[in-house]
């Protein structure tokens, strides 16, 4: 059995920083895709950035300049980095990974002064 686990979440001022990790247990394939998704109130939960050994690290592009992911092989640890927080960026922030499909239990940011 896998199990994730996100830390990192907080209130931030706009334009502050943030640092989100997940750290995986269990048995994961080796060419696991590990992603972070967000989703704000009343909206759906969006895809924000993935990293593979296959794809790299990668953000979407609405963010891009602003987000970066970035994962540590050791720790099996893979982190978001978020920058120049906006309100709007506000939302419950979930790490998703493929092999086997598990969802951790999602870390709240929100960004409000």
């Known amino acids: 059995q896998v199990q994730l686990v996100e830390s990192g979440g907080g209130l931030v001022q706009p334009g502050g920083s943030l640092r989100l990790s997940c750290t995986a247990s269990g048995s994961i394939g080796r060419f696991y895709v590990t992603e972070w998704h967000r989703q704000a109130p009343g909206k759906q939960r969006e895809l924000v950035a993935y990293?593979?050994?296959?794809?790299?690290?990668n953000v979407v592009e609405s963010l891009k300049g602003r987000f970066a992911i970035s994962r540590d092989y050791a720790e099996n640890t893979v982190y978001l980095l978020m920058h120049s927080l906006k309100p709007e960026d506000t939302a419950v922030y979930y790490c998703?990974?493929?092999?086997?499909?598990?969802w951790g239990q999602g870390t709240q940011v929100t960004v409000s002064s």
């Open positions: 990293i593979s050994r296959v794809a790299g690290a």
């Open positions: 998703y990974i493929s092999e086997p499909p598990t």
